[in-house]
């Protein structure tokens, strides 16, 4: 094994977003790497939020990606989960600290030096991480799922990052019992995901969604049970009080207390997008209702594994857009415009070659 990998992505270079080709060096001289060609990426709002810098904290170049499957062209000495020629997914997270309460409790996600799959600094060094828009990959064994061969690895990639972000709060708030009534407020990548996921645990799912045009397919194809356009105020007045939870996936500044509305009382509304600046909670929504707002991130790696069994199990995959790698402007564009059916997946291992 060689102490790093060459490797061709393509990166952003400044907060115009614009992603162009890249070359770089990957370290991987750890005996627990486990070495593997990209063979699709899809591609998460979080993606554009770090090109452009919205959220403050980009580290240029940056390259992107962090819902990746390929094949293992290599392993270290001490690798014992994988070996040349599986398939295998990376989502969000790279390594953890291993030792806090958090890594302990298989949280990794929530470790406070939970090393992201891009733009994190390595530990110990100055080598930034370069996520999964590029055509080799290298990581720990403990931060890698099994790829079931039942998924497809196009429509399946986006769950190594939708998928985890929507089950696992779906699990730790309980909002996964049959017959309960879920509101997935924007109909986006994870919003999608989400309706899916909770029709396997068989609840009852209203989205909410600005885009009126996504009503029959959403009632249709993806099999939820309502359909609420958010500006619409009689109609979100006639549902008001009747769900259990809301997922929010909105990626941008929005409303809650009309989202508070429409919960029981007792309900929880989890924020999972995450907007680039604060979102106004006024208090009287809440505490009339004992209603919960709360946040979740990612999951950790043994629930990712887990969400990945259960959408094989279960049949569930992303609608996806596959794309070659150098329509990625393109798609950026389209996505900042809520224009994807629903997943843009980007088609690495048959688009992006060394010039
Ligand atoms: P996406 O595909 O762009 O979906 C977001 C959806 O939000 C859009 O399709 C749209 O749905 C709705 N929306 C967009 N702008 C809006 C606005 N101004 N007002 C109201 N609704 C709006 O994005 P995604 O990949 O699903 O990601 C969603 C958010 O989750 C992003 O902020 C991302 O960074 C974040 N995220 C968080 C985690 C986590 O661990 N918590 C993980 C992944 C992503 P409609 O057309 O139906 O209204
Ligand atoms: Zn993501
Ligand atoms: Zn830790």
Not at 233 to 259: N, R, Y
Request: proline content about 6%; glycine content about 10%.
């Amino acid at each position: 094994m060689s102490k790093s990998v060459n490797a061709i992505g393509w990166a952003a270079r400044d907060p115009s977003g614009v992603l162009s080709p890249f070359k770089f060096s990957r370290p991987a001289a750890a005996a627990r790497d486990v070495h593997f060609k990209v063979l699709y990426c899809g591609i998460c709002h979080s993606d554009l939020h770090t090109v452009r810098n919205e959220w403050g904290n980009t580290r240029y170049p940056v390259v992107p990606g962090h819902e990746i499957v390929g094949v293992v062209t290599a392993v270290g000495p001490s690798v014992t989960k994988f070996s040349p020629g599986d398939k295998v997914g990376a989502g969000c997270l790279v390594n953890s600290c291993r030792s806090c309460d958090q890594c302990a409790a298989n949280l990794e996600n929530y470790c406070p030096d939970l090393v992201l799959t891009y733009n994190s600094l390595l530990p110990g060094s100055a080598f930034v991480t370069y996520g999964g828009y590029s055509d080799v990959m290298a990581a720990d064994e403990d931060f890698l799922v099994r790829w079931p061969d039942s998924l497809p690895m196009d429509k399946g990639a986006p769950l190594l990052c939708a998928g985890i972000t929507t089950y696992s709060p779906l699990r730790y708030f309980e909002l996964d019992q049959p017959g309960q009534k879920l509101g997935v407020v924007g109909l986006g990548g994870l919003g999608h995901v989400a309706v899916k996921l909770a029709k396997a645990f068989g609840l009852r799912v209203t989205v909410v969604s600005t885009s009126s045009g996504k009503r029959d397919e959403a009632l249709g194809r993806l099999g939820a049970d309502a359909f609420l356009v958010s500006g619409d105020a009689a109609g979100m007045a006639a549902a008001a009080g009747t769900l259990d939870g809301i997922i929010d996936t909105v990626s941008a500044q929005h409303a809650l207390p009309p989202l508070l509305g429409l919960l029981k009382p007792h309900g929880k509304l989890i924020l999972v997008g995450a907007p680039e600046k604060p979102l106004e909670l006024a208090a009287f929504p809440l505490i009339m209702g004992r209603k919960t707002v709360a946040g979740s991130m990612i999951g950790g790696i043994r629930e990712t594994q887990e969400m990945i069994d259960f959408a094989a199990e279960h049949g569930i995959v992303a609608d996806v857009e596959v794309i070659p790698i150098d329509y990625v402007n393109a798609a950026m564009e389209r996505l900042a415009r809520a224009d994807v059916k629903y997943r843009f997946v980007i088609d690495v291992g048959n688009t992006l070659k060394a010039e």
